[in-house]
């Protein structure tokens, strides 16, 4: 059992005193003191106290060691992302460290991105992805880069290198921002989000580059979501509208007229 050092560590990562929980928890300080050094043990209903004033499920608490969590498995379950809370699957990515622990950015570029469709599960195919570090990131989340193709998301141009964040629960993926999703059948899409999720269980898929036409998306389609952060690039994007861009843009108008024509006629008739 690990209740006494998972309620000591989670106490101390949230900042807070011995009294300052026991006064919150409606207990002595001496009591709480013992339950974190093993020397008591809580009846039930105390660990129904900490369950709720961690967000934590009591089985959580008593077999799952903290100490030997990542720093983003830790961050996963202070936000709600329990198993034992939500009662939904948790979605354990895989991923690689450095040799001081800390979580790399592996690579995937083009060529692996097929593989990667079948292989991000699979610790052997993501150790041997290419890593580096970006010292401005947060130390506390998860990041992986993507090498995108196709031009359905110009300006950001085909090529690019796109880095994300990964995202443990769908339900907050925000509508109108930008997002790395990996499907079952298109493999690595690169698209601004719609959140349909609640209401629908889809997401709505669309693309910069307005040639391409919005889709939906089921989310027992989608395996992984990244939340875009930057891009990097050797090419500066273009201020020119290209011929596909202008050719939509007058079939747009030439659709605008016709419409405008039939409601003159109807108005006229």
Known sequence: MYFDSNIKLLRKRRGRTQDEVAFVLQMKRPTLSGYENGVAQPGIQQMIAFSEYFGIAIDTLIKVDFSKLRESELRQLESGFDVFVKGSKLRVLTTTVDSANNENIELVPEKAKAGYTRGFADPEFVKNLSVFQ????????????????????????????????????????????????????????????????????????????????????????????????????????????????????????????????????????
């Open 134 to 269: 970006l010292p401005f990131l947060s130390k506390e989340r998860k990041y992986r880069t993507f090498q995108i193709s196709g031009d359905s998301m110009l300006p950001i141009p085909e090529g690019a290198w796109i880095t994300g964040e990964f995202i443990q629960d769908w339900s907050t993926l925000k509508s109108g921002e930008a997002y790395i999703i990996l499907t079952l059948d298109e493999g690595i899409v690169f698209k601004l989000v719609e959140n349909k999720i609640r209401e629908e269980g889809k997401v709505r898929l669309i693309s910069l580059n307005q040639i391409y036409k919005p889709y939906e998306l089921a989310v027992n389609e989608i395996r992984e979501i990244w939340r875009f952060i930057h891009y990097i690039s050797d090419e500066l994007p273009s201020g020119e509208i290209s011929s596909a861009q202008m050719a939509n843009t007058l079939n747009q108008l030439k659709e605008d007229m016709a419409l405008i024509k039939r409601r003159i006629v109807t108005n006229g008739g």
